[in-house]
């Protein structure tokens, strides 16, 4: 790993970050005010038999989570479309545009005529787009914790799970992170990149959601990087290992491809 | 030992692009090396195989001593590069630039000081974003950028491109002064009058292929000349001189061309009631035009057979 290149990386993304914190923070912080706010008048008109127990049931299983309890409203809010997109723009466009945009501008090679290994590059990059996946979801994490102490409903919050949560979304979008970081060490055009990176997420957020709507579909579920982050249960204290490794499994996976893959290319003069 | 040393390096881009082919030479330590051809005609090929951007599909490079594909990172360490049409990271000032590009060395950029004055960078300029930088202000900060840490070989490609007539003077200059200080640099370009000013000994490279390597002076001395002289009287016999062709007498104007010694032809002129006479010097692009008429392309992407001039095949070109 090359520090001067993951400094001059931290400072080139330190806005983007600042945004992208704040904006999960404030998301992160709306969950326990919901819960608060209306989550026990739900569970009155759930109880009350008004809505039908098949349609409560399929509510509380979109996406992991429900509204009912604390830990489903953060499990909501964690695999929520609006969280999703944020944690991207470090997950899927930062990582994907970290060498192909590099190559498309021109300034690989300046980069690369100093002494550092393609190899360096790659991991400096991957553990850059780690980090500020990982900030992200603190953020995310810290929103989420204050507001559950604000309004007053923080004993319902294990500290502990609430860490082995952050930890199994960041091991999530570290293993997108290294697809997209691998499709652009592959391509000299930031938009096969992207479009490989932003595809496989967008794949993998339908066939998870597909396969919780869908019991029929749930065999695919696998497939989905999204199937091993299972928020209500590591929320509840069950935290699967098994997730963990197989998300450690991809990210190795498409890094390894990347940190082979990328040497033995050809940096041919920016057209 | 040659700082840059190729064995029949050679580059294809999949079957139909042959962009260098079987590139054999030796650069000298402390010498000015141009490597001179027109646009597409393998120059840049050839920096970025030196430099480990491109694996060669033949032959071998080494660069200080080592080998090109596998020391890639340790020869960068000690070559300063300057790529054609050069992009610089917009967002950051000139001064933040340089000073990231120097700490990526891991060490003091010496020269930096003396470039920044010598290409007149202003303290105010170094401080504006890049973005704001004309052409010819982002050629300085690239030249900067290649020589700041003292390489001791630096690769430059087109490296006066954008630069006015006054910067290009201060850019020869600092060549002069790399040059006394035994620093060795490989100067790729397709502007004649550069490489006959500054260089030692060029390459000519056409369609990927070397066509010609030899001393600047040597190349410039067997040269073609035109020769004009006004003369009182009869005009001399210069027949039989050697070097002598296209021989034209009217009107007491002789006109000719002269190739080689310039010696036999004075000689000739004695006797001669001469009352004026002009040798148009002999330039590179009159060298460079001729040997890209006498070396015939060969099919689509491949150069022709290389002229007599040239080194031998198969080892490299001393």
């Not at chain 2, 960068?76 to 630039?97: E, K, N, Q, S």
């Not at chain 2, 000013?197 to 030899?214: K, N, S, T, W, Y």
């Not at chain 2, 009287?233 to 001189?241: C, E, K, M, R, T």
């Amino acid at each position: 790993m090359n520090p001067t290149l993951l400094l001059r990386t931290w400072r080139a993304q330190r806005a983007k970050l600042l945004a992208v914190v704040l904006a999960l923070a404030a998301w992160g912080f709306c969950m326990p005010v919901i819960y608060a706010a209306y989550g026990a008048q739900f569970q009155h008109i759930v109880d009350s038999g008004l809505i039908p127990r098949q349609m409560t049931d399929l509510l509380s299983d979109i996406g992991g989570g429900n509204i009912f309890s604390l830990g489903g409203a953060i499990a909501l809010g964690f695999i929520h479309p609006i969280a999703v997109a944020l944690i991207c723009v470090f997950a899927v466009g930062f990582a994907a545009s970290a060498v192909a945009g590099e190559r498309q501008r021109g300034t690989l090679e300046v980069l690369l005529a100093r002494p550092i290994s393609r190899r360096n590059l790659i991991v400096t990059l991957y553990v850059a787009t780690v980090g500020f996946i990982a900030i992200s979801f603190a953020a995310f994490m810290v929103g989420t914790a204050l507001a559950a102490g604000l309004w007053g409903v923080a004993r319902e919050l294990d500290p502990v799970a609430l860490g082995a949560l952050w930890l199994n979304g960041v091991l999530m979008f570290a293993a997108f992170g290294a697809v997209c970081l691998a499709a652009s060490a592959s391509f000299d055009r930031l938009t096969p990149a992207l479009g490989i990176g932003l595809g496989y997420l967008l794949a993998s957020y339908f066939v998870d959601v597909l396969g919780s709507l869908w019991p029929d579909a749930r065999g695919v579920q696998p497939l989905s990087l999204f199937h091993y982050v299972r928020a209500p249960a590591v929320l509840a204290g069950r935290l699967d290992p098994v997730d963990l490794v197989v998300l450690v499994a991809v990210a190795t996976v498409a890094l390894t491809y990347a940190l082979i893959r990328f040497p033995r290319r050809d940096i041919a003069a920016p057209s | 030992m040659g700082i840059i040393v190729t064995e029949g390096l050679s580059k294809d881009y999949g079957r139909a692009i042959h962009a260098l082919d079987d590139l054999s030479i030796e650069i000298r330590p402390g010498e000015i090396f141009g490597f001179l051809g027109p646009n597409g005609a393998g120059k840049t090929t050839a920096i970025r195989l030196l430099l480990g951007f491109l694996h060669p599909t033949a032959g071998r490079a080494t660069v200080l001593g080592l080998d090109a594909e596998r020391d890639s990172v340790a020869i960068r360490r000690r070559v300063g590069y300057l790529p054609g049409g050069i992009a610089l990271y917009d967002t950051l000032t000139g001064l933040a630039l340089l000073d990231y590009l120097a700490d990526l060395y891991g060490r003091p950029a010496p020269r930096r000081a003396e470039l920044v004055e010598r290409l007149e960078l202003a303290d105010e300029t170094l401080r504006r974003p890049l973005r704001d930088y004309s052409r010819g202000m982002r050629q300085k900060i690239g030249i900067v950028q290649a020589l700041q840490h003292d390489p001791e070989l630096a690769i430059l490609d087109e490296p006066t491109e954008g630069l006015d007539p006054l910067m290009q003077r201060a850019f020869y200059g600092i060549l002069d002064d790399l040059r006394v200080a035994g620093r060795t640099i490989f100067l790729s370009s397709h502007v004649l009058a550069e490489v006959e000013r500054v260089c030692d000994r060029v390459a000519i490279v056409r369609q990927g292929r070397l066509v010609a390597l030899e001393d600047v002076a040597a190349l410039l001395a067997r040269r073609r000349r035109h020769v004009e002289i006004r003369v009182r009287g009869a005009a001399p016999s210069l027949d039989a001189v050697a070097g002598v062709s296209g021989l034209v007498v009217r009107d007491g104007l002789v006109s000719c061309d002269l190739e080689g010694d310039v010696a036999p032809f004075l000689a000739a002129l004695v006797g001669a009631d001469v009352a004026d006479l002009t040798i148009e010097p002999a330039h590179l692009e009159e060298a460079f035009l001729e040997l890209y008429a006498e070396a015939p392309a060969v099919g689509a992407g491949r150069a022709g057979h290389a002229p007599s001039d040239v080194g031998p095949v198969g080892g490299p070109v001393r």
